[in-house]
């Protein structure tokens, strides 16, 4: 399935990637050819199975509700930059 | 033209589970920031989630309590969105297999009839982070302290007809799912949340109209408030011959007004798809049944046997099953009283009225149940009036203590001594001696009215403590002689 420069700029912009222009016309081809292979699966007729919530044939394990973790901010917090008063910092969005 | 308003509610119930929805973090409300936020939380690299039973459980429960469909299996999907304070980029949520298919509830309308209101399905999902936008330098800082509570989101039929209407429903939610202890139910700290769909449509006409959804008010009067503005703002559209955007609105409490937030254009693609790090969920009758066969007396049935075992009319018995710590107060002061009537009146009254007073909840209530019935006790048995009732209530909701020991105390002891009493009156009409002739001259109809002020002489006199009923009957007796 052909796919436009103008298309693979709107989904960088939906993913918020920034793609350097060096890069563009490869990831083009690249989604090009995984289209073409989801065509393949889109071809074909899927009316009689029923939708798979997993491929593992197992129910999912529960865990008690029980408080298994202690604070561990300062250790987690080591690998950013952007902290103040405990909050991790980030460009501003307002929704 | 006449117009018929159409509202569907989705209510974010916060679960009062220990732990997180998927991670052994702790879910206490207002740690310091980012000290209850594990990998797990974080979307560290590796981490899996694991799925809590407890969160499971209480969405049966939820499902049980509204007669709903509950499935056999249930799928966790990945809802696709960016924003800071959701660092894995997808919330785990369930799509197209939620835990609690239809069910629904019974609200109580102004006229005193009964409207049965469609629950079209209630899932499970994990909450998002906290973004604060002040004081950061043109930055915003994030805490992940939320991040992995587990939600309930339940989500109703557009068959709600007013604002009142939704807020009748929103307040029977809120009484069932802190009957059922699976949520707090805290407005205040964002325990229940309520996004509202409000649309209109010719009276009469089936095709729903273009709805608007105003996001996250979080109190029962903001929700009757902005449904409100929002069916004002879109009657002056349609009116005036224009047409409703889809979109996505937020309320402004300080102008009462919603305004536009995001367009149906600019909405999210969520691209649901099933979480492959976590299994479906099975759960078999059995588990139901069991759950089902555990659930405590929900408000309805407590309002029935309310009016039927304690004798009282159905609105209050409705105000006070309305909570499930109100009802236990008042079965509390009921048992020791063993007088429902007068235990409603104190419950709705005096205590209702403290309880404002002081924006106390009735689970902070200073005054234990057993002393209020107590209290009861002295007023059935003459010791108090209810005027020396009320301050000897004051007394106990500031200090605490026992009744008994406030009556002796202070000396608060009715006196009921009929000699005692006459010679008070003797004195009163003595001193009053052109009072007592004129009201002997008056007609029937003037005395109705003078005899109040030999009451209130005889009252000041004792200083309260004459029994106001034995008062006027022997002050008639004297002066009618």
């Known amino acids: ?95 | 033209m006449q117009w018929e308003v159409v509202i569907g509610l989705e209510v974010h119930v916060q679960l009062a589970t220990a732990s997180k929805i998927f991670s052994g973090a702790a879910t206490t409300f207002g740690a310091a920031p980012n000290t209850q936020a594990c990998a797990v939380d974080l979307a560290m690299p590796g981490m899996l989630p694991v799925f809590n039973e407890e969160a499971l459980r209480m969405a049966v429960r939820f499902g049980c309590a509204i007669d709903a469909r509950i499935n056999h299996e249930s799928v966790f999907d990945r809802k696709n969105y960016f924003y800071p304070d959701l660092p894995k980029g997808y919330q785990i949520s369930q799509l197209d297999h939620p835990t609690v298919a239809e069910g629904h509830l019974d609200i109580d309308l102004e006229d005193g009839t009964r409207k049965r209101i469609g629950i079209t399905r209630a899932h499970l999902e994990e909450d998002a982070g906290k973004s604060l936008h002040e004081d950061f330098h043109g930055q915003s800082g994030i805490d992940l302290n939320r991040a992995g509570t587990p939600l309930l989101e339940i989500v109703s039929e557009p068959e709600l007809r007013s604002a009142r209407e939704a807020v009748s429903y929103l307040r029977k939610l809120h009484s069932i799912v802190t009957y059922l202890g699976i949520s707090d139910g805290d407005m205040s700290q964002g325990s229940m949340r309520c996004d509202c769909n409000v649309s209109l449509r010719p009276l009469g006409q089936e095709e729903f109209g273009t709805r608007t959804e105003i996001k996250n008010v979080n109190s029962f009067r903001f929700v009757e408030k902005a449904i409100e503005s929002e069916i004002e703002r879109q009657m002056d559209i349609l009116e005036d011959g224009g047409s409703i955007t889809q979109e996505t609105r937020l309320y402004d409490p300080d102008k009462d007004e919603t305004r536009s937030m995001r367009s149906k254009e600019q909405a999210n693609d969520y691209r649901y798809f099933p979480d492959p790090d976590l299994l479906p969920v099975h759960i078999d009758d059995a588990y139901i049944e069991d759950i089902r066969s555990q659930l405590p007396e929900l408000p309805d049935a407590k309002k029935i046997r309310f009016a039927q075992e304690y004798g009282l009319s159905d609105y209050d018995a409705g105000v006070l099953a309305a909570s499930r710590e109100q009802a236990d107060y008042f079965e509390t002061v009921c048992e020791t009283s063993k007088d429902p009537k007068l235990s409603a009146n104190w419950v709705m009254g005096e205590l209702a009225k403290w309880l404002n007073q002081g924006d106390l909840d009735i689970s902070a209530c200073p005054l234990p149940a057993e002393q209020l019935g107590k209290l009861i006790l002295r007023i059935k048995d003459n010791t108090l009036s209810s005027k020396m009732a009320k301050q000897v209530f004051e007394l106990l909701w500031q200090d605490g203590g026992d009744v008994d020991d406030i009556i002796e105390a202070k000396g608060l002891k009715q006196v009921t001594d009929s000699s005692a009493i006459e010679a008070i009156i003797d004195e009163v009409l003595a001193n009053n001696a052109s009072q007592v002739e004129q009201y002997r001259a008056a007609d029937d109809a003037k005395r109705g009215k003078m005899i109040g002020f030999f009451v209130g002489q005889t009252m000041k006199a004792s200083k309260g403590s004459a029994n106001p009923q034995q008062v006027n009957a022997v002050l008639r007796k004297k002066l009618e002689g």
């Open chain 1, 1 to 95: 399935m052909p796919l436009k420069p103008e298309d693979l700029a709107t989904v960088a912009t939906l993913a918020k990637l920034d793609i350097p222009a060096n890069q563009t016309e490869r990831l083009r081809q690249d989604i090009e050819q995984i289209l073409t292979f989801v065509e393949q699966m889109n071809a074909q007729d899927t009316a009689d199975i029923k939708p798979l919530g997993s491929p593992l044939e197992r129910p999912q394990r529960l865990r008690a509700d029980q408080v298994t973790e202690t604070d561990q901010r300062e250790a987690l917090q080591s690998v950013t930059r952007h902290t103040e008063q405990g909050l991790y910092l980030v460009p501003k969005v307002i929704e």
